[in-house]
């Protein structure tokens, strides 16, 4: 049962989140219509927020990718603060200013492009902590 999001075909609905919440990930990587350093990661529903709760629970290493040019916007439902990510991967459409403040919230950015090499590496900052 559930339910399948008509234009992504992806199972959008709370038994969604109670099946990921039964996954061991090593890697989780999740993505927002929108993000905030004040305000972290949000969703516009309450099924999106659990879903990416347990995803970002269940995975040893998660990893928001972030779209710079959805940056300074929130939803109504809190899905995480930055510092509950292992790293942020953004494009390199930030400010500085917004780089500082996305660093001093406790998020790691990781700039695409801007990496020494064509892999970045993949180092969870839980283990560093």
Not at 58 to 66: K, R
Request: aromatic share 6%; hydrophobic share 40%.
């Amino acid at each position: 049962g559930g339910e399948v999001g008509r234009e992504s075909h992806a199972h959008s609905d709370i038994s969604a989140a109670r099946y990921l919440s039964r996954v061991n990930a090593s890697f989780a990587f999740v993505g927002s219509a929108v993000w905030d350093a004040a305000k972290g990661v949000s969703g516009s529903s309450v099924a999106k927020q659990a879903i990416k709760r347990a995803l970002i629970q269940q995975a040893q290493t998660p990893v928001f990718l972030a779209d710079s040019t959805k940056y300074g916007l929130c939803n109504p439902w809190e899905i995480a603060r930055l510092n509950e990510f292992s790293f942020i991967v953004t494009d390199d459409g930030l400010s500085e200013k917004d780089m500082r403040a996305v660093s001093a919230a406790g998020g790691h950015l990781r700039v695409a492009g801007r990496e020494p090499s064509s892999r970045m590496m993949l180092v969870s900052s839980k283990q560093e902590t």
